[in-house]
């Protein structure tokens, strides 16, 4: 029973060390992914306010000049 004590020992190391291998691994695909899906809500939410300034820019330029009082 002696002989087996650093093998599995040594067996328990790996499979620990694969554990937190893949929960690292895991973890920083999560944050990778969460970084894009902000960086993508920010772009959109960028774009629609864009959108939304060009139409009241061009809006105000095809109105009709005010009149001023004379």
């Known amino acids: 029973m002696e002989g087996l004590h650093l093998p599995l020992l040594l067996v328990g190391y790996a499979f620990g060390a694969v554990f937190y291998v893949a929960l690292a691994v895991t973890l920083w695909r999560g944050a990778r992914r969460g970084a894009t899906g ?3 809500l920010y772009w959109r939410r960028r774009s629609q306010r864009e959108a939304v300034a060009t139409i009241r ?3 105000a ?3 009709l ?3 001023r009082a004379a």
Do not use: G
């Open 38 to 40: 902000l960086i993508a």
């Open 57 to 59: 820019r061009v809006k």
């Open 61 to 63: 330029a095809q109105e």
């Open 65 to 67: 000049p005010r009149r």
